[in-house]
């Protein structure tokens, strides 16, 4: 079966520096949610897009925007990078036919030095 | 932030024995699902629990939905090396799909 794909796997950037992370849902998944997972952390919830709407919205740093197009992939948008970024970052997508249920992807681990 | 609390933090057990662990949280969820999560990689769906009191399996998983909706556990029988991880429950309030709220997660390791 299909499965979030997200894409780069990998990130090395300098601080100050900018970073664009993308994700692409499961096929008729509706609904991407954002979530950063710091070393040994449990993933923090960052942001949400139902139907290219925002619908939630988390510890996310004015620094980072995002935003989901009509094919329903989402970007992360990050500038101005800190140390403290560096992070995996996944996407998870459901659609809201299926209460709950959300579906990760493999993430994208981001290095900034 | 909302916390899930955890436990335990790490398991270490043999092939054959059986693991529990749970989470338990101050407010109410309406959904708790169970994650289990491999070095590098995303969290992977286990078992997703819809209403109070509700016991669903998954193979040789068992998780339950606490009756007072703020508790939930998970069980692994007769565990094997594979099994070998990081379990998180994770908590969401409403059914229409909200964000979710993860526990601190519990690093099994089991000895062949």
């Known amino acids: 079966a299909a499965g979030v794909i997200q894409s780069p796997r990998h990130l090395i950037k300098e601080k100050r520096e900018t970073a664009t992370l993308k994700c692409y849902p499961i096929?008729?998944?509706?609904?991407v949610y954002w979530y950063q997972q710091g070393p040994g952390q449990d993933p923090q919830f960052l942001i949400s897009f139902y139907e290219k709407m925002q619908s939630d919205k988390g510890s996310i740093p004015d620094r980072f925007s995002a935003q989901q197009f009509s094919d329903y992939h989402s970007e992360l948008n990050m500038s101005s990078l800190e140390l403290g970024d560096s992070a995996l970052y996944f996407c998870a997508s459901r659609t809201r036919g299926l209460a709950g249920e959300q579906y990760f992807g493999p993430g994208t681990r981001l290095t900034v030095t | 932030g909302q916390q899930l609390n955890q436990s335990p933090q790490s398991m270490f057990i043999q092939e054959g024995e059986d693991v529990s662990m749970n989470c338990t949280s101050s407010?109410?969820?309406?959904?708790w699902l169970w994650y289990k999560q491999d070095p590098g990689e995303g969290p992977v769906l286990l078992i997703a629990l819809y209403k109070a009191g509700e016991l669903t399996s998954n193979g040789r998983l068992t998780a339950q939905f606490g009756i007072t909706r703020k508790d939930s556990f998970l069980n692994i029988s007769a565990s094997i090396p594979s099994d070998v991880g990081i379990y998180f429950c994770?908590?969401?309030?409403?059914?229409?799909?909200?964000?979710?709220?993860f526990g601190e997660g519990t690093q099994l390791t089991v000895n062949p």
């Open positions: 407010s109410i969820f309406n959904t």
């Open positions: 096929p008729r998944h509706d609904t």
């Open positions: 994770a908590g969401q309030r409403e059914t229409s799909g909200s964000r979710l709220t």
